[in-house]
């Protein structure tokens, strides 16, 4: 027996399909993580509900070879039935979380076709029992009906996802579940399952199926943790490190042989932009300035926001100087954007840990905010009567 003879018999049906089910318990337990977690309960209920009708249905196939003749038409009815409202209802899910906001799928098309489902099932019913069918005659109904009506929900959901901008593999899902079906009604209907790589593509196509919605979940949830991370140690205006964090970094710093740095920098007449420009304008202000420290630090450093318009960076001494840096911040900044800075600076052989340096800093902030602003100030070349009132 050759493997292609092997994958298209009973046996790679099982093998199959008790892969897919492995697959969906762990888009199960994603889910559940999902809903126990974020605010979106809705979209995530309806992934769960979903996901257990997959389930089943791949559970009716995993148990169809091992019942012989016992397997009934309406058996087939309701796992087909399963499959296409499980379908419907998991690429409604994808759509609303993967689409842009300008085109997120309306929910009316898809509760419209799982319905379409159901009737399309209850009329086969009503057909086969008023006219007493026998049990193929019922069967082939059954390929001619929800079958076909599988194949043409998902061109309709191929044809709502025109012009979204989404995941490569969520659109390539869906081509490999329309090939699906394709395969599945040639190889049921047409050729009466005697063409091996037809049933072939039957059984491994929901594998790569749900393989790539796997994948796309996966990709969701580590998405949404790293957001969640950002969040936790970034400043929601700036983007700078939060205060907590930015200590963290600089101590990492303070631990290198050669040295740290602090550089204070705070925006001039900050509260006259406030009250005569309003919020708007000025917190546009303090996003530039951030991202020009921000960028200035990159590489040998860490910025961060230590309270209104106060910002930071913490610089390794390794191959720069603090005084050019902080230099440079105070030059773009005064010909970037609208306002300037006064900076200080205070490095780690002025003080012993990362909260005296920041101190150190904010003395010689005040110093250049005092005797003129828009300038910089070296905590170490400050006059001695300033620097000997300062505790270190």
């Given at each position: ?21 492995t ?19 809705k979209?995530?209920?309806l ?58 799928p ?20 009503v ?12 069967d ?16 309709m959901?191929l044809?709502d996802?025109?012009?979204?901008e ?5 659109s ?27 049933l072939v ?11 790539l919605?796997?994948?796309?979940l ?41 040295g ?14 406030n ?24 590489g ?6 230590y ?12 191959k ?11 030059k ?19 003080g ?5 340096i920041?101190?150190?800093?904010d ?30």
């Open positions: 027996m050759t493997i292609i003879t092997w994958l298209a018999g009973p046996n790679g049906q099982i093998f199959c399909s008790a892969a897919v089910m697959i969906l318990v762990l888009m199960l337990f994603m889910a559940v993580r999902l809903y126990a977690s974020y605010k979106n309960k979209i995530y209920r992934l769960i509900l979903s996901i257990p009708l997959f389930l089943l249905q791949h559970a009716a196939l995993v148990y169809a070879p091992y019942a012989g003749g016992q397997v009934r038409p309406w058996m087939n009815q309701a796992a087909t039935l399963l499959q296409i409202v499980s379908f419907i209802i998991i690429n409604f899910v994808f759509l609303k979380l993967y689409a842009q906001r300008s085109v997120r309306r929910g009316l098309p898809f509760v419209f076709m799982t319905v379409t489902a159901f009737v399309i099932a209850a009329v086969q019913v057909f086969v029992v008023s006219n007493g069918l026998t049990e193929k005659a019922a082939d109904l059954h390929f001619l009906a929800l079958d076909f009506y599988g194949l043409i929900a998902t061109f959901i044809l996802t025109r012009g979204a989404l995941n490569i593999k969520y390539a899902s869906l081509i490999v579940y329309f090939v699906f079906g394709l395969a599945r009604l040639a190889a049921e209907y047409v050729f009466r399952d005697t063409v091996e790589w037809l593509l039957t059984n491994l196509l929901p594998v790569v199926y749900f393989g919605l796997f994948l796309l996966f990709e969701w949830v580590i998405e949404r943790l790293l957001v969640t991370y950002q969040s936790s140690i970034t400043d929601g205006l700036t983007g700078l490190y939060n205060r907590r964090y930015f200590q963290l970094k600089a101590e990492q710093l303070l631990r290198k042989p050669k740290m740095a602090i550089i204070f920098c705070d925006i001039d007449n900050f509260k006259k932009l009250d005569t420009q309003g919020h708007h304008k000025a917190d546009g202000v303090l996003k530039q300035v951030a991202e020009i420290i921000k960028e200035e630090a990159s040998i450093g860490s910025a961060g926001r309270g209104g318009e106060e910002l930071l960076a913490c610089i390794s001494l390794d720069v100087k603090a005084q050019e840096v902080a230099e440079t911040i105070r773009r900044v005064e010909s970037e954007t609208i306002v300037t800075v006064s900076v200080g600076v205070g490095t780690s052989k002025d012993a840990s990362v909260q005296d920041v101190k150190l800093a003395q010689a902030m005040y110093h250049s905010k005092t005797t003129g602003k828009n300038k910089v100030t070296l905590y170490g070349k400050m006059p001695k009567q300033r620097s000997a009132s300062v505790p270190v």
